[in-house]
């Protein structure tokens, strides 16, 4: 929609996609992400205690 854009409307400059891009991933990243690990650390009270593994 932002390279074709709707009928009589106009397009978004390209400095307000990047804004709102950024503004989307911002909230779905770190918002998002923040309020996952409090509510996992609510509802799972052993999982704050358990040792965090990183073996690939």
Known sequence: MSC?????????????MLAILGYAMFCC?????????????????TAANQPHNESS
Do not use: A, H, W, Y
């Not at 990243?29 to 009270?45: A, F, T």
């Open 4 to 16: 074709v854009g709707f009928p009589d409307l106009t397009l978004l400059p390209g400095e307000q």
């Open 29 to 45: 990243l770190v918002v998002n992400d923040s309020v996952k690990v409090e509510m996992i650390r609510r509802c799972v009270p």
